[in-house]
Each structure stands twice: as C-alpha cells, then as structure tokens.
C-alpha cells in the first residue's frame, strides 16, 4: 500500500493538540476489546451448559428409541436381534421394561419410573455409592439371600430417608381382585446402590432393577417396554432413527434422543442466539466511537489531506489511509478481546471458585445444576465467528469518515487557511 501504512500510523499518535482524539482511539479500542471477549466468554459458558444438559439427558436416556405403539413388544428378543443387524456401527442393543411406579418406606412415599435393564447398560456406569463397594452389577443381577436389589437416585433416597442397604416397597399400578376388592400388588427391594449426582433426570424420575425382576413385577413376562440403541457418537442418532424406522414400520416407533429432548436443547441454542445478538451490541457501541474518531480525525486532518491530494494522491488513496486506520483500531481491539475472551473461558472454574472464596458468595451451586465444575467450552467455530463479527462492523464504521475525506476538495480546504 505504500505511504497509505505510513499515513494511518502516523494519525494513530497524538500530537500535543490532539489528545483528545488519541483518549477516543483508546476507548475505541477498549471497548471492542471488552466486547469481543464478552461475547466469547457467554458463548463459551451457554456452549458448556448445552453439553452439560445434554450429557444429563444422555446419562440415561438411549441415542435411540424403538418402541411399539399400543403395548410392549412381544416379540423382543427377535427385534434385538434385526436392530443389531441393520444398526451395525451401535455400540449396544438392549430390551427394558419400564413402568411408573410408588416407593413406599418408613411411611415416605417416592414416584419414580421403576426400569428393568440388563448387564452393561450405560446407567450403571454412572457414580455410584453401594455397599462396602461392592460391584454394583453383581449385587443387581446376581440372585442372593433375601430381597432383590434396586438402584436409585441420591433425591428419591432423601425423600425416602433410607440408605444403602435398606429395604424399600414397589407398587406398580397393578391390583389383585379379592373378596375384600382391589389389592394393590407389593413387592420387597433392597437398595443396593445410589446415584451420588444431584439435579440431573436420573435423580428425579428413575429406579433401575433386573430386567427379569421387572417384567416378573410388572407383569410383563416375555416382553419388553423397548429397546435402546447405543451409538458411538449422539450425532448418529437422528440418521439411525430414521433408517430403523424404515426397516420397522407401523406400529414400531423409533425415535432419536433429539425428538424426545430436542426442543429443551433448541430453546438453550435459542438463548445462545439472543445472547450473541444482545452483546454484539458492545461491538457496535465501539464501532461507533471508530466512526467518530475518524470523524475527528478528517476534520482535523482537513488541511493535511487537501495537501495529499494537491500532491497527487487520489481519492482511492485518501478513502484507503482512513479505513486502514479504522481496521488498525479494530483489529487491535478484536486481537485482545479474543486473547482475553479465550483465556476467562478457558479458566472460568478457578475463575469462579477464587470469586467465591473471596467474596464468601455461592456463585455456582453445583448440586442445583448437577455438574461437577463451571461449565465453559470454547469452540473454534464461535471465536472465529465472533472475530469476524466484529471486524466486519468495524471495517463497515470506517465507511462513511473515509469516503468524506476521500471527497474533500483541496481548493476547498484550503481556502480560509
């Protein structure tokens, strides 16, 4: 570009009577920064809220769902078999039966939805507290001296006021007829293990038993709710979905972990959107003191610039020395606000946690949101779409300031001088 570099750097210093305009450079400047690494930042943290959410979703929930409408599956065993068959890159295929359910002890009563599952399922997985650590899925599935085993969550234990090792009572909606009228049925469990997370679904909604023991208590013996589908990735989910539900037409139903979640995690990318579009506004605020110091600086500049152009520079050039001056402001703001922005995203836990040792302050009640640490993931894509936002308004405020002095008449400027 030539002396169009050297122009716009030279205007960027202050002289002694411009002060003025180098204290509007720096807001400039400043404010960008601020804007951009507050939108990096709540991208980052509404980013590691949507996969916190999702891996609750997905801690008992199945990427798919093949199920029948109207009833259990008979048959199950053999619809096992062609899913594992026209599924082949799934991790699992297993049968449950599952039933709403009252948990009666110590003459506290719990809802839940009492799930009969078979060896390996991926909620048995999760942190778990059992007795003397004792390995969960033999002390579920391994028949033994008295009641059979349940697993429940650490808010339907509260509730309950039981522990691991207690024995607790499921009654299914099933009722005996006598000639005293309607028994409802009743059967012993002992709580052989409890989910330690609190404020997930798993808490809330599930038991989990033998699948035998479920279908022997639900009177379900030969059937099964449905049959779950695990996938490598949940991003396969909705692809798998769709080519079973061709292979098993009416009455089977088979559903991805999107159509039965998808509208909660689409309001939480919602509320990312607004938030984006909320806080671009910063940038814009910033873009437009740019604008103003460029004003400043062409009317400051008028006499210099009809100079320029009475030495030969033309329009292009003097439209050039001005955008490159904006793009400086802007660029220098964009490149700290993102170096800021990535490094709170980065450590927003630690962050975080000193915030609440020094003020005294729960800021973040992990029991409540049921995760381990602040959630921030900083992805690539959203720092790369925030900085060329606020390029892009940047570049757009420079515009008008340098197409007015690229418009200025040397004989013009001159005049009074």
């Given amino acids: 570009m030539g002396y169009e570099w050297f122009v716009s750097l030279r205007y960027l210093r202050a002289k002694r009577k411009q002060t003025f305009i180098s204290v509007i450079s720096f807001i400039s400047i400043a404010g960008v920064t601020l804007g951009v690494a507050a939108l990096i930042v709540v991208l980052a943290v509404m980013t590691g809220f949507h996969d916190g959410v999702r891996q609750q979703i997905l801690g008992n929930v199945p990427h798919v769902l093949v199920q029948q409408q109207g009833g259990n599956i008979e048959n199950f065993r053999e619809v096992v078999s062609r899913v594992a068959e026209a599924v082949p890159e799934a991790t699992a295929v297993t049968p449950f039966v599952s039933r709403e359910a009252m948990l009666l002890s110590r003459q506290n009563v719990a809802a839940v939805n009492v799930k009969g599952v078979e060896r390996g399922n991926k909620v048995l997985a999760?942190?778990?507290?059992?007795?003397?650590?004792?390995?969960?899925?033999?002390?579920?599935?391994?028949?033994?001296?008295?009641?059979?085993?349940?697993?429940?969550?650490?808010?339907?234990?509260?509730?309950?006021?039981?522990?691991?090792?207690?024995?607790?009572?499921?009654?299914?909606?099933?009722?005996?007829?006598?000639?005293?009228?309607?028994?409802?049925?009743?059967?012993?469990?002992?709580?052989?293990?409890?989910?330690?997370?609190?404020?997930?679904?798993?808490?809330?909604?599930?038991?989990?038993?033998?699948?035998?023991?479920?279908?022997?208590?639900?009177?379900?013996?030969?059937?099964?709710?449905?049959?779950?589908?695990?996938?490598?990735s949940f991003d396969q989910a909705a692809g798998v979905a769709a080519r079973l539900q061709q292979t098993f037409p009416y009455p089977y139903l088979a559903r991805s972990w999107e159509d039965l979640f998808g509208s909660f995690l689409s309001a939480l990318k919602l509320e990312k959107l607004g938030l984006f579009i909320v806080l671009g506004i910063i940038v814009l605020v910033a873009a437009f003191n740019i604008a103003i110091t460029l004003i400043m600086v062409v009317m400051e500049k008028h006499k210099d610039i009809a100079i320029l152009r009475s030495m030969g520079a033309n329009p292009r050039s003097i439209m050039q020395i001005f955008i490159l001056q904006g793009l400086i402001i802007g660029t220098l703001g964009t490149s700290l606000g993102t170096a800021l922005g990535v490094t709170l995203a980065k450590h927003a836990d630690p962050i975080i946690k000193g915030l609440e040792r020094i003020l005294g302050l729960k800021i973040f009640d992990q029991a409540v949101y049921g995760m381990q640490q602040f959630p921030s993931v900083v992805h690539t894509d959203d720092v790369l779409a925030v900085a060329l936002v606020a390029m892009t308004i940047c570049l757009l405020a420079t515009v008008y300031p340098a197409w007015r002095a690229a418009q200025m008449e040397p004989g013009e400027a001159l005049r009074y001088e």
Avoid at 137 to 164: C, H, K, N, R, Y
Avoid at 202 to 227: C, I, K, P, R, W
């Fill in 126 to 232: 999760q942190p778990t507290r059992t007795w003397a650590d004792v390995n969960l899925e033999q002390a579920l599935f391994e028949a033994g001296e008295g009641p059979p085993g349940i697993v429940i969550g650490l808010d339907t234990a509260i509730s309950l006021g039981i522990e691991v090792g207690d024995t607790l009572n499921v009654i299914p909606p099933k009722f005996t007829v006598t000639p005293f009228g309607l028994i409802p049925k009743m059967k012993s469990f002992r709580v052989v293990g409890i989910f330690r997370h609190r404020g997930g679904f798993l808490d809330t909604y599930f038991a989990y038993v033998a699948l035998e023991q479920a279908q022997n208590l639900l009177d379900a013996d030969g059937q099964a709710s449905g049959v779950e589908v695990e996938l490598a």
